[in-house]
């Protein structure tokens, strides 16, 4: 069947009517799940060195205690996707929700590393269903137009705001409370989330059943788990060992089989003419840098500002909750921003912002006055993030036909969790293997601020359209014509 491959950007338009209070209901059980799951980032990360001692693990294995969330929660968001379209999205959404939290319960009250370990793994296994499915939920529940601007504004500033109120909330519950309160936490959002999604949640699938793409299914999960794999152990012991270099190399040739497998499939896993969208394929360019570049931002933020300024956990908590409390600011405004420019303008103007903003924190240094200029130029790089954010997720999913936007959120869930995973091992430890730490996080900020500039340019030039006579503009897809 064709696609439609243009995308049409129209005059400015104003903010849309309230949403009613059932739409309300249901974007809050969305936005929750999507909230919990962007928790699970961070919330651990401060607490590992207290966990690996009350568990017994060591410094070279707490690595996994990350990984093995990352590995299934990012290999298997494509598959998962598909398998909502084709056999249900509201019933993969709350198995999802029901595995995470049983998983969130077994990783609270974990007795050693391997039973901790398998918490993780399910953990990461129900973020894969939840998050490209709830995508899918929002995208065919709230019409194209200012409602999904706005749901999607609402969503995309959760999902930032929750990984920063997971880093400050995983350092107070960790000192108060132990570690194991953050997964505690974890466990008591499903369970509130998951009573409400029933009766709330529509179903949702494609008219047809195809067959689902086994092969295509069995290359692209290798692949992503391959990668994952390489990047995330890369990020703790360097690409040198053999079972890195052995991962990327497989996880390199399993992403082209699939390729090749995609275009012979009579049901592909994947569309490729969806790939060569514009919107889809220059879109998913934004939302990967933006993801990668600005995680390695924060870590190499966090490393400074402990390590160069002396600054306590707390102290550097409230750094990013000033973050955290511009990026809601973000949210809120940027679905009007979207309405004024159009989302197309609105993703490359934010690249720009936060690439420019990233490149202020060269001006560092060792005096206690550097703490302001880390504060504001972070925050409002922020901004720009969160204006990034959702309007690459509205580039990619407007003019999707409903039947495939499972298809077309999995790519953009796909591209949010290999952004979270790929910038810091690929730019982050830069910051301690490049000597002097001021001197390596200097060096980490003046190619995360290169790299998005360049992108910005990138994403401007690929999704310029033709201007017809009526005015609009033709964002079409590569090749479609």
Same mark, same amino acid.
């Given at each position: 069947?064709?696609?439609? *491959? ?34 699970? %980032? ?73 039973? %901790? ?11 894969? +269903? ?88 069995? *290359? ?13 152990? =890369? ?22 089989? %699939? ?39 924060? %870590? ?15 102290? *550097? ?34 690249? =720009? ?6 490149? =202020? ?113 033709? +964002?079409? +897809?590569?090749?479609?014509?």
């Amino acid at each position: 069947m064709a696609i439609d *491959t243009s995308l049409t950007t129209s005059a400015p338009q104003a903010p849309g009517p309230r949403l009613a209070a059932r739409d309300r209901l249901v974007l809050f059980v969305l936005c929750a799940a999507q909230f919990m799951v962007a928790l699970d %980032f961070s919330v651990l990360n401060v607490a590992l060195p207290v966990l690996g001692t009350d568990l017994g693990m060591s410094q070279s294995a707490l690595q996994w205690a990350v990984t093995a969330f990352a590995l299934p929660s990012g290999g298997f968001l494509l598959l998962f996707g598909r398998i909502g379209d084709l056999y249900g999205r509201r019933l993969l959404f709350l198995s999802g929700l029901a595995l995470f939290g049983a998983a969130s319960v077994l990783a609270t009250f974990a007795w050693d590393p391997a039973s %901790f370990l398998a918490g993780r793994a399910l953990q990461g296994l129900g973020a894969a +269903a939840i998050v490209p499915t709830g995508m899918s939920l929002l995208t065919t529940t709230f019409p194209e137009g200012p409602a999904r601007d706005r749901a999607l504004g609402i969503s995309g500033t959760l999902l930032s705001l929750g990984f920063t109120v997971g880093m400050v909330a995983g350092g107070v519950l960790t000192d108060v409370l132990g570690w194991r309160s953050t997964m505690g936490l974890l466990a008591l959002f499903a369970l509130v989330v998951l009573p409400l999604a029933p009766g709330l949640l529509p179903e949702s699938r494609t008219p047809e059943r195809p067959r689902l793409d086994v092969p295509g299914a069995v *290359t692209v999960t290798g692949g992503l788990l391959s990668l994952i794999y390489a990047l995330s152990t =890369a990020a703790d012991h360097g690409f040198g060992r053999t079972d890195v270099v052995v991962t990327l190399v497989a996880g390199v040739l399993l992403l082209t089989a %699939f390729a090749v497998v995609e275009t012979r499939s009579e049901a592909p896993l994947v569309s490729l003419p969806m790939l060569r969208r514009r919107t889809v394929a220059w879109g998913n360019l934004g939302g990967l840098v933006t993801f990668s570049m600005m995680s390695t931002v924060v %870590f190499a933020l966090t490393l400074y500002l402990q390590e160069v300024l002396r600054l306590s956990a707390f102290e *550097t908590g409230l750094v990013f909750g000033v973050q955290g409390v511009l990026s809601v600011v973000a949210g809120a405004y940027a679905p009007r921003v979207i309405g004024r420019f159009g989302a197309r303008r609105t993703l490359a103007g934010s690249l =720009a912002g936060q690439g420019a903003l990233t490149a =202020a924190l060269l001006a560092l240094g060792e005096g206690g006055g550097s703490v302001w200029l880390a504060t504001a130029a972070v925050s409002l790089a922020s901004m720009c993030h969160l204006g990034a954010i959702i309007s690459y997720g509205l580039t990619v999913t407007s003019g999707v036909p409903d039947d495939e936007q499972g298809l077309a959120t999995g790519l953009v869930t796909s591209t949010q969790q290999v952004g979270l995973t790929v910038g810091i091992p690929l730019l982050g430890v830069l910051a301690t293997t490049s000597g002097e730490l001021l001197s390596g996080v200097r060096t980490v900020v003046a190619l995360d601020a290169a790299i998005v500039l360049g992108a910005a340019v990138l994403v401007a030039v690929g999704l310029r359209g033709r201007r017809g006579a009526s005015g609009t503009v033709e +964002a079409e +897809a590569v090749g479609a014509r």
